[in-house]
C-alpha cells in the first residue's frame, strides 16, 4: 500500500520460519545496543574516566540522532529501499564501532553513540517487515503485535547478559559483542532479502532544510533532557539557551513546512484534536512505563543490588513480555485495540501501588511480579497505539504518514529521556525533604541514637585504634543510612506518582471509550440498499 514497505507475497514455511528469525535478530540488535550502555553505564563511566555528567552524554547521544535519523528515513526507504538504506548504516556503524575498540577515549565512545542512533532508526522498521513477512496475510494483526512487542526485550536481555560479558573483560566485551552482533545482522540481511517493494522519487531540497532545522532542535532538547537532573535546572543558564535555541528551530521549521506545497511535515494536521490525543496518549504511556526502567532499577541499585542479583529479575521481566504478547497477539482485533490499552495502564497502576512500600528488606523477587505487570504492558500497549496512529494518518492520506513517524518517535525517544528526567528530579527533591527531617529527628543523646552509634564504631574498633577517628567513621554510617533510608522512601514516592499518573490516565481513557460509544449512538444508521 505505501511506497518502501517490502511486497506482501506467499512463502513456504520454512522460509516464514527463517524471515520471522532474522526479524528477531535485527530488532534486538536494534535496541540491545543502546540498552547495553543504559545497563552498565557506571562501568563504561569508571573505565574511560568520566564523571557522571559527562557519562549522561552517552546515552543522550543515542536519542540525539535517532531522532535526527527518523527525519529522513521513511523518505530514504521510499527513494532508495529501506533494505539498502540499513545495508548502508549497518556499514557506517560497523567501522565506527570497529574504530572504538582501538581508540577507546570519550569522544569516540560518543561517535559510536550517535551511529548507534542512527542505524537504530532504520534497523527497527527493517526487524519488524521481515517478522511481518514470517506470517500469512491472515494474521497480520498478530504480526504487527508481536514485531512491536520484541521491541521491548532490549533492556531486560541487556540486564541478563551484561554479567557473563564483564566477567570475559571489561567495556570491551561489550563493545565487541556489539560489533559482533550488528555483524550478524548484517549478514543475515544480505542472504536473506526482504520481496522488493515500489520505490519512487520523493526527496526535495526543501526536505533538507527542514532536517537542518529539526535536527539540531531535537538534538538541544534531548541534551537537556539528559542533563537536567545532574547539572540541576536552574543552576545552568546554558540549559535555558538551549530551549530558546530549539524553540526558536522549531518555530522556523514549522513556518518552512506550512507553506510547502508537498511538505514533510503535514503542520495543518498536527495541530487537531486527533494528533493532540495521540501525542498525550504516546507520552503517557512512555512516561508510566519509565517506572520499570529508571524507578525499580534505580531502588534496587541504592539498596546495593549488582547485575548478578538481577538475572532471575529480568528473566522475569523476559517472561512478561513474552506474556503479554502471546496475550496480545491471540485477542488482537479492531475491537480489542482499546481494551488492550485500557488493561495495560490498569497493570501499571497495580504494579506502582505494589511497589510504594518498598523498605531497606526489599530485595529483586519483592519486585518480580509488579515488574512482570509493567513487563506484560509494555508489550500489550505498543501495537494499538502504533496501529491506531497509522490507521488515522492513512485517513489523511500516504504523505501524513512521514509526521505520524515523527511523532510516535519524539514521544518514546525523547520520552525514554522524559520519564527519567521527571521522576529523577522528584526523586532528587523528594529525598532532600526526607533526609533533612531523618537527621534533625538523631540526637546524639537520644538512647537509641547512642547506641546506634555505639554499634557503627564497633565496626571500626579492631582495625582503628584512634577513637576520634573510629567515631568518625561510625558516624559516617549512620549517615549513609539515614541518607539510604531518604532514598527509599522518596522511591516510594516515584511509585506513588507513578500511579497516580496511570490512574489520571486511565480515566481520561475510560472518558474517551464514553465519548466514543456515545458518538456512535447518535450516529445516523446508514442509508437502506436499494
Same mark, same amino acid.
Given at each position: 500500500?505505501? @511506497? %518502501?514497505?517490502?511486497?506482501?507475497?506467499?512463502?513456504?514455511?520454512?522460509?516464514?520460519?527463517?524471515?520471522?528469525?532474522?526479524g528477531?535478530?535485527?530488532?534486538?540488535? =536494534?535496541?540491545?545496543?543502546?540498552?547495553?550502555?543504559?545497563?552498565?553505564?557506571?562501568?563504561?563511566?569508571?573505565?574511560?574516566? *568520566?564523571?557522571?555528567?559527562?557519562?549522561?552524554?552517552?546515552?543522550?547521544?543515542?536519542?540525539?540522532?535517532?531522532? =535526527?535519523?527518523?527525519?529522513?528515513?521513511?523518505?530514504?526507504r521510499?527513494?532508495f529501499?529501506?533494505?539498502?538504506?540499513? $545495508?548502508?548504516?549497518?556499514?557506517?556503524?560497523?567501522?565506527?564501532?570497529?574504530?572504538?575498540?582501538?581508540?577507546?577515549?570519550?569522544?569516540?565512545?560518543?561517535?559510536?553513540?550517535?551511529?548507534?542512533?542512527?542505524?537504530?532508526?532504520?534497523?527497527?522498521?527493517?526487524?519488524?517487515?521481515?517478522?511481518?513477512?514470517?506470517?500469512p496475510?491472515?494474521?497480520?494483526?498478530?504480526?504487527?503485535?508481536? %514485531?512491536?512487542?520484541?521491541?521491548?526485550?532490549?533492556?531486560?536481555?541487556?540486564?541478563?547478559?551484561?554479567?557473563?560479558?564483564?566477567?570475559?573483560?571489561?567495556?570491551?566485551?561489550?563493545?565487541?559483542?556489539?560489533?559482533?552482533?550488528?555483524?550478524?545482522?548484517?549478514?543475515a540481511?544480505?542472504?536473506?532479502?526482504?520481496?522488493?517493494?515500489?520505490?519512487?522519487?520523493?526527496?526535495?531540497?526543501?526536505?533538507?532544510?527542514?532536517?537542518?532545522?529539526?535536527?539540531?532542535?531535537?538534538?538541544?532538547?534531548?541534551?537537556?533532557?539528559?542533563?537536567?537532573?545532574?547539572?540541576?535546572?536552574? $543552576?545552568?543558564?546554558?540549559?535555558?539557551?538551549?530551549?530558546?535555541?530549539?524553540?526558536?528551530?522549531?518555530?522556523?521549521?514549522?513556518?518552512?513546512?506550512?507553506?510547502?506545497?508537498?511538505?514533510?511535515?503535514?503542520?495543518?494536521?498536527?495541530?487537531?484534536?486527533?494528533?493532540?490525543?495521540?501525542?498525550?496518549?504516546?507520552?503517557?504511556?512512555?512516561?508510566?512505563?519509565?517506572?520499570?526502567?529508571?524507578a525499580?532499577?534505580?531502588?534496587?541499585?541504592?539498596?546495593?543490588?549488582?547485575?548478578?542479583?538481577?538475572?532471575?529479575?529480568?528473566?522475569?521481566?523476559?517472561? %512478561?513480555?513474552?506474556?503479554?504478547?502471546?496475550? %496480545?497477539?491471540?485477542?488482537?482485533?479492531?475491537?480489542?485495540?482499546?481494551?488492550?490499552?485500557?488493561?495495560?495502564? #490498569?497493570?501499571?497502576? #497495580?504494579?506502582?501501588?505494589?511497589?510504594?512500600?518498598?523498605?531497606?528488606?526489599?530485595r529483586?523477587?519483592?519486585?518480580?511480579?509488579?515488574?512482570?505487570?509493567?513487563?506484560?504492558?509494555?508489550?500489550?500497549?505498543?501495537? @494499538?497505539?502504533i496501529?491506531?496512529?497509522?490507521?488515522?494518518?492513512?485517513?489523511?492520506g500516504?504523505?501524513?504518514?512521514?509526521?505520524?513517524?515523527?511523532?510516535?518517535?519524539?514521544?518514546? =525517544?525523547?520520552g525514554? *529521556?522524559?520519564?527519567?528526567?521527571?521522576y529523577?528530579?522528584?526523586?532528587?527533591?523528594?529525598?532532600?525533604?526526607?533526609?533533612?527531617?531523618?537527621?534533625?529527628?538523631?540526637?546524639?543523646?537520644?538512647?537509641?541514637v547512642?547506641?546506634?552509634?555505639?554499634?557503627?564504631?564497633?565496626?571500626?574498633?579492631?582495625?582503628?585504634?584512634?577513637?576520634?577517628?573510629?567515631?568518625?567513621?561510625?558516624?559516617?554510617?549512620?549517615?549513609?543510612?539515614?541518607?539510604?533510608?531518604?532514598?527509599?522512601?522518596?522511591?516510594?514516592?516515584?511509585?506513588?506518582?507513578?500511579? #497516580?499518573?496511570?490512574?489520571?490516565?486511565?480515566?481520561?481513557?475510560?472518558?474517551?471509550?464514553?465519548?466514543?460509544?456515545?458518538?456512535?449512538?447518535?450516529?445516523?444508521?446508514?442509508?437502506?440498499?436499494?
Open positions: 500500500m505505501i @511506497p %518502501g514497505s517490502p511486497a506482501s507475497i506467499r512463502h513456504r514455511p520454512s522460509i516464514r520460519v527463517a524471515y520471522l528469525t532474522v528477531i535478530l535485527i530488532t534486538i540488535t =536494534s535496541g540491545l545496543a543502546n540498552a547495553l550502555v543504559s545497563a552498565n553505564l557506571p562501568q563504561i563511566q569508571g573505565a574511560l574516566g *568520566l564523571t557522571p555528567v559527562r557519562g549522561a552524554w552517552l546515552p543522550a547521544a543515542y536519542v540525539m540522532v535517532n531522532l =535526527s535519523a527518523n527525519l529522513i528515513l521513511f523518505k530514504a521510499q527513494q529501499g529501506i533494505r539498502r538504506f540499513a $545495508e548502508v548504516a549497518l556499514a557506517a556503524y560497523l567501522a565506527i564501532t570497529a574504530l572504538h575498540l582501538f581508540v577507546d577515549d570519550y569522544p569516540t565512545a560518543l561517535l559510536v553513540r550517535g551511529a548507534s542512533g542512527f542505524v537504530g532508526a532504520p534497523l527497527s522498521s527493517l526487524g519488524f517487515y521481515y517478522v511481518m513477512q514470517g506470517f496475510k491472515h494474521l497480520m494483526g498478530k504480526a504487527i503485535v508481536v %514485531g512491536f512487542g520484541l521491541t521491548q526485550l532490549a533492556l531486560p536481555l541487556a540486564w541478563l547478559l551484561s554479567p557473563a560479558l564483564l566477567d570475559l573483560g571489561d567495556w570491551h566485551t561489550l563493545y565487541t559483542f556489539e560489533f559482533a552482533l550488528a555483524l550478524c545482522t548484517l549478514a540481511v544480505i542472504s536473506l532479502k526482504l520481496p522488493p517493494g515500489i520505490r519512487i522519487k520523493v526527496f526535495e531540497r526543501t526536505d533538507f532544510l527542514t532536517f537542518l532545522l529539526l535536527a539540531p532542535a531535537f538534538a538541544l532538547i534531548a541534551g537537556v533532557l539528559a542533563q537536567g537532573q545532574l547539572q540541576w535546572w536552574s $543552576e545552568q543558564p546554558w540549559m535555558a539557551w538551549a530551549l530558546l535555541a530549539s524553540l526558536a528551530l522549531l518555530l522556523l521549521a514549522f513556518l518552512v513546512e506550512h507553506h510547502r506545497a508537498n511538505p514533510l511535515i503535514q503542520t495543518r494536521w498536527i495541530g487537531t484534536g486527533e494528533v493532540i490525543r495521540f501525542v498525550i496518549a504516546a507520552l503517557a504511556f512512555r512516561l508510566i512505563l519509565s517506572e520499570q526502567s529508571y525499580a532499577a534505580g531502588l534496587l541499585r541504592t539498596l546495593g543490588m549488582g547485575p548478578d542479583q538481577f538475572r532471575l529479575f529480568y528473566l522475569v521481566v523476559i517472561a %512478561g513480555v513474552l506474556s503479554g504478547i502471546a496475550i %496480545g497477539a491471540a485477542t488482537f482485533g479492531p475491537k480489542t485495540m482499546m481494551p488492550m490499552a485500557i488493561a495495560a495502564v #490498569i497493570l501499571v497502576l #497495580i504494579a506502582s501501588l505494589l511497589d510504594s512500600d518498598a523498605t531497606n528488606d526489599t529483586p523477587n519483592n519486585m518480580m511480579a509488579s515488574q512482570a505487570m509493567i513487563a506484560m504492558a509494555g508489550a500489550l500497549v505498543m501495537a @494499538p497505539l496501529l491506531h496512529g497509522v490507521m488515522g494518518a492513512l485517513k489523511k500516504a504523505d501524513h504518514i512521514v509526521t505520524f513517524v515523527i511523532l510516535f518517535t519524539m514521544t518514546q =525517544s525523547a525514554a *529521556l522524559l520519564g527519567p528526567a521527571i529523577g528530579t522528584f526523586q532528587q527533591y523528594r529525598q532532600h525533604e526526607y533526609s533533612g527531617q531523618i537527621t534533625s529527628h538523631v540526637d546524639p543523646t537520644n538512647p537509641v547512642a547506641q546506634r552509634l555505639a554499634i557503627q564504631r564497633s565496626i571500626y574498633a579492631a582495625r582503628v585504634t584512634d577513637p576520634v577517628i573510629g567515631g568518625a567513621g561510625g558516624t559516617a554510617l549512620l549517615q549513609q543510612a539515614a541518607t539510604r533510608e531518604a532514598s527509599i522512601r522518596a522511591y516510594n514516592d516515584v511509585f506513588r506518582l507513578n500511579a #497516580i499518573i496511570a490512574f489520571t490516565f486511565l480515566l481520561w481513557c475510560l472518558w474517551r471509550v464514553a465519548v466514543q460509544l456515545r458518538a456512535a449512538r447518535q450516529a445516523p444508521p446508514p442509508p437502506a440498499a436499494a
